[in-house]
């Protein structure tokens, strides 16, 4: 039973990953119609920025955890204003390219500098130690992620659907022009968006750091299997990644309990089979 | 789906003249090879790339459909070609059937799942698809997971010609590509080639004429994969091993890189493609990851600015479609 619950949590913290990423991909594809090949590149940026603020700076998680995505929010700002704003009115196909070469470019310097093994973030001293919960033994870091990003999510999804910033963001997404009408800059706005995407990313990349080692190719094989979750869960709303990758990080922790050889694969069978009976994912509007 | 492609900018007159030239040099060039003082392996290498490109460009040049997971038919053939050689004691020719078939199976089934979504969507279902694939073989018995098959026989073809002979071997590979190549060459200029064009520019408009477009993209789904496939059969006898780094997603990603600096939709892109990028890996394997840079820029730069390609961009300053 102890396996279980373990593997449970383990799933969750996944599905806290899935989620954020997921709930970035949407928000940038919301916006700039741009499937951001590069968000696991940016993601693990994130990783080695708190490193670094770390190693270098000596500033802490707390700090980390808001300076990172900053950084790499406004290195993401720099690329949308640099490369991706060219491809306005393009197919998707090429933002989807132009993204993959940017994740190629990043994620090969950071190899060159810091090889491919990991490198070691501890886990802040406040949150060290663990909690009997009765029925088992809960790492406190592993909860905190697992509510802190849900907490960020909600928010995510609070200020995109209920405040009247995200009321000019999804109008924008409807119709940009109308919306330029009334006096609204949405080049800033997508932007900014871009921005919030990235620093969504680089969130997760802060959280992952002291669980998972900060590798250079820590983004690329998970992006493939965000990707998958994007697909199950189509990306027609916000709330449906926010669920979807929850829920598909329970399901692969199960998994590892169960039948732990499809562990690897089970989020990419489950998305031929959500394919098979709804080929528009589960909250997904028509592409 | 859009691509950036001659037809579409200019209508240019039809120039099968031009074409069958070029293919004649080319031609002529790659039966040269053995007797210049260029490695066969690398052109052979770059053949069985070139064919993989050029399968793969049947669907994106011609179809609109970016497959982002085409190294699973590449390694999925390799893999049972692999097998069938070494472990079932299969002649070439038999070998190189299985890998086909197995590709052509693998086409319908992920072909099936994958045409249901468009654009992006259905990029990134070939993505992980193939990754799925990836995990299998990594697991899989009959794979060796991280060894991969060694130590394949080359055996004779057909009973008379050995392959283990490096000029033999070059020819049966240049055979084989161009084969694969006029093959993809015929389809494109054949009616079904027409619509599939006509899908590419505007699918709403093919399908209120009454194509069922969702066959036309499923068929030239197949046809893809199962040449990606024969291409990878090919690959064995040249590499004489299957191994993992086939499956890989970063080989997708490669391949579109190719037909990328080639030319998407272009009928020579693709081979000129695979040599640049082939060649490049050849001789900048001494910087290590830096490679990995200048693939990465070579993509940024093509979609910037130089989206037509190579042979794109030759052929538009001409006027000619090659």
Redesign the interface.
Known sequence: MQALYAQLLVGLINGSFYALLSLGLAVIFGMLNI?NFAHGALYMMGAFVAYFLLNLGGINYWWALLIAPVIVGIFGMILERT?LQ??TGL????G???T??????????F??YFGSSGLPYAIPDELKGGMNLGFMFLPIYRGWVVIFSLVVCLATWFLIEKTRLGAYLRAATENPTLVRAFGINVPRMITLTYGLGVGLAALAGVLSAPINQVRPLMGADLI??V??V??IGGMGSIMGSIITGFALGVIEGLTKYFYP?AS??VV??L??LV??VK???LTGRA? | MTVVTDDTLKAPPRAMRDEMIVFVAMTLLLASVPFTGIYPFFVMQALCFALLACAFNLLIGYGGLLSFGHAMFLGTAGYCSAHALKVWGLPPELGILVGVAAAFVLSIVTGYVSIRRQGIYFSMITLALSQLLYFIYLQAPFTHGEDGIQGIPQGRMFGVLDLSKPTILYYVVLVGFLGGFLLIYRIINSPFGEVLKSIRENEQRAISLGYRTDQYKFLAFILSGTLAGFAGSLKVFVAQNASLTDVHWSMSGEVVLMTLVGGLGTIFGPVVGAFVIIAMQQYLASFGQWVTVIQGAIFVICVLTFRRGVVGEIAHYFRRSL
């Open positions: 499937i490369m060219w491809l197919d998707h196909l090429y989807l390219l132009l993959f070469g940017i994740a190629l470019i990043v994620q090969g310097l190899q060159n493939i299997v990707f998958a994007v697909v050889e690897n694969t990419f069978v998305m031929v394919l098979l080929p528009t994912g592409a």
